[in-house]
């Protein structure tokens, strides 16, 4: 079996994986401090994570070059190597935009929007959770609840930055470096994509303009030759 096959395999097994995390990261976080209930997200968390682990190891046993595949997946080491690093395991969600992006049909655009539209939602999602559970209870904290750190999360992927809340963990400020270069990234996407629709419709006006010019031309061009015939004609009849 290929990665690229192994890739297509797992996909939805991933997912759900990936969802499963989601779900459980977020009880831990936002949910009630009841000890059953924490015991059953963490049983789910490590399930999760030995997902991912197996995944990571089967995809490093299939790379034809397993010491350049291990450099460009670092990031993914980190996931499962480094609880730190925990949050990360919500990007698997991304796979979910690789499925929507096929059922979007050829158009370019449509793509794009759907990634920028899906990319947004879990950026706010993962950073919001990640950001509380980093600054909740440090000295000095500002983000405290869930509404403050998805208004964090707002106003920094959008490159606004208030100021009301900040950061004052290494965490905390690490993830805020991330959330900071994924909303530029955003932007660039979302700019782009206006700009190449604009450039398309004036495109299509000029064609149409050109297409109606052209049309006149030759109409007149048909006159003209209609003209010469019956001058012609006259001529002959003339001598």
Same mark, same amino acid.
């Given at each position: 079996?290929?990665?690229?096959?192994?890739?297509?395999?797992?996909?939805? #097994?991933?997912?759900?994986?990936?969802?499963?995390?989601?779900?459980?990261?977020?009880?831990?976080?936002?949910?009630?401090?009841?000890?059953?209930?924490?015991?059953?997200?963490? /049983?789910?968390?490590?399930?999760?994570?030995?997902?991912?682990?197996g995944?990571? /190891? /089967?995809?490093?046993?299939?790379?034809?070059? #397993?010491?350049?595949?291990?450099?460009?997946?670092?990031?993914?080491?980190?996931?499962?190597?480094?609880?730190?690093?925990?949050?990360?395991?919500?990007?698997?969600?991304?796979?979910?935009?690789?499925?929507?992006?096929?059922?979007?049909?050829?158009?370019?655009?449509?793509?794009?929007?759907?990634?920028?539209?899906?990319?947004?939602?879990?950026?706010?999602?993962?950073?919001?959770?990640?950001?509380?559970?980093?600054?909740?209870?440090? #000295?000095?904290?500002?983000?405290?609840?869930?509404?403050?750190?998805?208004w964090?999360?707002?106003?920094?992927?959008?490159?606004?930055?208030?100021?009301?809340?900040? #950061?004052?963990?290494?965490?905390?400020?690490?993830?805020?470096?991330?959330l900071?270069?994924?909303?530029?990234?955003l932007?660039?996407?979302?700019?782009?994509?206006?700009?190449?629709?604009? /450039?398309?419709?004036?495109?299509?006006?000029?064609?149409?303009?050109q297409?109606?010019?052209?049309?006149?031309?030759?109409?007149?061009?048909?006159?003209?030759?209609?003209?010469?015939?019956?001058?012609?004609?006259?001529?002959?009849?003339?001598?």
């Amino acid at each position: 079996m290929t990665e690229q096959r192994w890739q297509q395999v797992s996909e939805w #097994p991933l997912m759900a994986a990936a969802v499963a995390f989601l779900g459980a990261y977020a009880w831990t976080v936002l949910g009630p401090p009841v000890e059953a209930s924490a015991q059953f997200a963490g /049983v789910i968390m490590w399930i999760t994570w030995g997902v991912f682990a197996g995944d990571f /190891v /089967v995809r490093l046993g299939l790379a034809p070059h #397993p010491g350049r595949w291990l450099l460009r997946h670092g990031h993914e080491l980190a996931m499962v190597v480094l609880p730190v690093f925990r949050p990360l395991r919500l990007l698997r969600l991304v796979t979910l935009l690789g499925v929507l992006q096929r059922s979007a049909g050829a158009a370019v655009r449509g793509r794009v929007v759907l990634y920028a539209a899906g990319s947004t939602l879990l950026l706010l999602i993962i950073s919001s959770l990640a950001m509380l559970d980093a600054e909740r209870g440090a #000295p000095g904290a500002s983000i405290e609840t869930y509404p403050q750190a998805l208004w964090w999360s707002t106003v920094t992927v959008t490159t606004v930055g208030y100021g009301d809340f900040s #950061p004052v963990t290494i965490t905390g400020r690490a993830i805020a470096v991330a959330l900071m270069v994924a909303g530029i990234a955003l932007l660039g996407v979302i700019t782009a994509t206006l700009a190449s629709w604009l /450039v398309e419709r004036v495109g299509e006006q000029d064609e149409a303009n050109q297409a109606a010019t052209r049309a006149q031309v030759a109409d007149l061009a048909a006159e003209i030759a209609a003209l010469r015939a019956q001058l012609a004609t006259r001529d002959a009849r003339a001598r």
